[in-house]
């Protein structure tokens, strides 16, 4: 079980079943969670097949709008692309997380239970369920509108496309919604007294094209036949959000298919956020809800507020240097001796260079990073000795061979550098310090130069 981060991703199980999903991820995330869902009653879970779960019931929480704000890598993005979440997976999903967190059969759960931090799991376990859980409500009908009709029973209504009409009904009047695609639709201004003015008011009323559960909002509100879609409401539209730290995403209604952007991309978009009725007949009113991104300044400002006092607790217990966390240090040594130097140094890589990620800001993940790149600059003898803790000296890892050492110095150069980027967790501790990050900085520069130097692996020391 190669773990070396704190998420549903961050493992070597999890990176194997992402590759097994690239081609196919709705039967193949299908098949992961029934293995979990449908077992016997007390049968055990391996730590891999519980990986595998935690992975892809994350992946159907993400593909339900229900992600958590963390960053996912390259081969995160690519399954999700591809993945047509059904009802069937979420249903699956749901009775698959309680299995993980069992301790008494879950061996992932076991693993967590004796590890440094092992309230971690069971927390992440507890939000995803209560994500699902959301998306689950989101898609289910009220009582009224799920209660049978009396009589005899009515043909299931054909699934909303583009063109159909649905009338809010309201006490101030009729509102006019046309479904644009899938999760999207145009709302017009006005609220109008008949349905023919409503209908009417299509062909020429100011509108605007929203994110909506189309689905759910065809039940709640009233059909009214389909209409052509004018040409400006036809065509791309994208929307941006809002995600880790400071970064934006861009991407059309239905949330798939995106990429990142700057700020002065995003900021010129519509945010992404789903339309309920009510929004929606509120904008008919007049009243539209108020929805905007906020700056990056805004948003740094709003994330020191919120963690200025665990912050400076942090500050007076560790130091900036890549080994000024001696816990953590001993929980990164504790990951290489179990599952190996080659390991660590590949999963490194890959986090370095994008192929596999965590959510920023994160000074745990920070710190391991940091940490192993401070490990590589020993290994080539350009970092002194001394910084290393003396109650660690034991347990100081040899220096690989090629060509190990070389992606591991690769990897060190990737990793140094994101330790003072803008998201990263580390730079806004140290830059509420008395200094506002001065010694952070010198250290990482410094770390930077000795890493930079082309000393071959024969005669690292």
């Known amino acids: 079980m190669g773990t070396w981060g704190g998420g549903p991703f961050d493992n070597d199980a999890a990176a194997d079943f992402l590759a097994d999903a690239q081609a196919a991820p709705g039967p193949v995330i299908r098949e992961q969670l029934q293995r979990l869902a449908r077992a016997k009653a007390g049968a055990y879970v391996d730590a891999d097949d519980g990986q595998m779960g935690w992975a892809a019931a994350e992946l159907v929480a993400l593909a339900l709008g229900q992600g958590a704000g963390a960053a996912c890598g390259d081969a995160v993005a690519?399954?999700?692309?591809?993945?047509?979440?059904?009802?069937?997976?979420?249903?699956?999903?749901?009775?698959?997380?309680?299995?993980l967190a069992d301790a008494a059969t879950s061996e992932l759960a076991q693993l967590?239970?004796?590890?440094?931090?092992?309230?971690?799991?069971?927390?992440?376990?507890?939000?995803?369920?209560?994500?699902?859980?959301?998306?689950?409500?989101?898609?289910?009908?009220?009582?009224a509108a799920s209660a049978p009709p009396a009589g005899p029973r009515a043909t299931p209504a054909a699934r909303p496309k583009a063109g159909d009409v649905v009338v809010l009904e309201g006490s101030a009047g009729l509102a006019v919604v046309q479904v644009v695609g899938a999760s999207e639709v145009a709302v017009f201004q006005g609220v109008y007294p008949t349905l023919a003015a409503a209908l009417a008011a299509i062909a020429e009323a100011p509108a605007r094209r929203v994110p909506s559960d189309v689905a759910r909002l065809a039940r709640v509100g009233r059909p009214a036949g389909s209409q052509p879609l004018r040409q400006d409401l036809r065509g791309a539209k994208r929307y941006a959000l809002e995600c880790e730290l400071l970064d934006y995403y861009v991407c059309p209604a239905s949330g798939r298919g995106g990429e990142m952007a700057p700020y002065q991309v995003a900021q010129t978009l519509d945010v992404h956020v789903f339309w309920d009725a009510a929004s929606l007949r509120a904008f008919a009113e007049g009243s539209p809800p108020a929805h905007r991104l906020r700056a990056p300044q805004e948003r740094e400002a709003d994330h020191r507020r919120l963690h200025a006092a665990r912050w400076a607790q942090r500050r007076a217990t560790t130091d900036p240097g890549p080994f000024g966390?001696?816990?953590?240090?001993?929980?990164?040594?504790?990951?290489?001796?179990?599952?190996?130097?080659?390991?660590?140094?590949?999963?490194?890589?890959?986090t370095a260079t994008g192929r596999q990620g965590y959510g920023r800001p994160n000074e745990w993940e920070e710190r391991r990073c940091y940490a192993f790149a401070g490990l590589v600059a020993l290994w080539l003898g350009s970092w002194p000795a001394s910084t290393w803790p003396p109650a660690?000296?034991?347990?100081?890892?040899?220096?690989?061979?090629?060509?190990?050492?070389?992606?591991?110095?690769?990897?060190?150069?990737?990793?140094?550098?994101?330790?003072?980027?803008?998201?990263?967790?580390?730079?806004?501790?140290?830059?509420?310090?008395?200094?506002?990050?001065?010694?952070?900085?010198s250290t990482v520069a410094a770390l930077q130069a000795c890493l930079a130097l082309q000393e071959p692996a024969g005669k690292v020391r």
């Open 112 to 143: 967590w239970a004796e590890s440094a931090n092992p309230a971690q799991l069971q927390d992440a376990l507890a939000a995803l369920g209560q994500r699902l859980c959301n998306a689950k409500v989101a898609a289910t009908p009220s009582a």
């Open 78 to 99: 690519e399954v999700l692309a591809r993945f047509r979440c059904k009802d069937t997976h979420l249903q699956l999903a749901l009775a698959a997380v309680p299995r």
């Open 325 to 350: 966390d001696p816990d953590l240090l001993a929980a990164l040594l504790d990951w290489i001796e179990t599952y190996g130097l080659d390991n660590a140094i590949l999963r490194m890589h890959d």
């Open 392 to 441: 660690l000296a034991a347990r100081l890892p040899n220096p690989p061979g090629e060509p190990l050492f070389g992606r591991a110095l690769e990897a060190a150069r990737g990793l140094a550098d994101q330790v003072i980027a803008p998201s990263a967790e580390l730079r806004l501790i140290w830059q509420d310090g008395d200094d506002g990050g001065r010694q952070l900085r």
